[in-house]
């Protein structure tokens, strides 16, 4: 059984910044790619970033390119997404997923386990 716990969530101001955390169960977290994706309300669950099992391959989406950072501790079984210069609209339940395979994707419908969500707020 997988289990992916998020954190690191919160209520900041516009232009703050923020680093969420995802720890993962398992023995060969280095083996598989790991995502973040946020959902705000009434929205569809969106991609953020994406990063390859060895952790050697990143992706972001157009909107936090440059502004977010995706990232991995295999050791620590561990993925992160360092958030600056935060906006309103990046409001959202962001929530960290794995695949069974090592190479990143950007659907969600490619990853196979998820975490519960960690909120994070941006006022204005």
């Known amino acids: 059984q997988v289990q992916l716990v998020e954190s690191g969530g919160g209520l900041v101001q516009a232009g703050d910044s923020l680093r969420l955390s995802c720890t993962a169960s398992g023995r060969t977290f280095r083996s598989y790619a790991m995502g973040w994706f946020r959902q705000a309300p009434g929205k569809e669950r969106d991609f953020v970033a994406a990063i390859s099992g060895p952790g050697g391959s990143t992706y972001y989406a157009d909107s936090v390119k440059g502004r977010f950072t995706i990232s991995r501790d295999n050791a620590k079984n561990a993925m992160y997404l360092q958030m600056n210069s935060l906006k309103p609209e990046d409001t959202a339940v962001y929530y960290c997923?794995?695949?069974?395979?090592?190479?990143?994707?950007?659907?969600?419908?490619?990853?196979?386990?998820w975490g519960q969500g960690t909120q994070v707020t941006v006022s204005s």
């Open positions: 997923a794995r695949r069974s395979i090592s190479i990143a994707a950007v659907t969600s419908g490619n990853y196979d386990y």
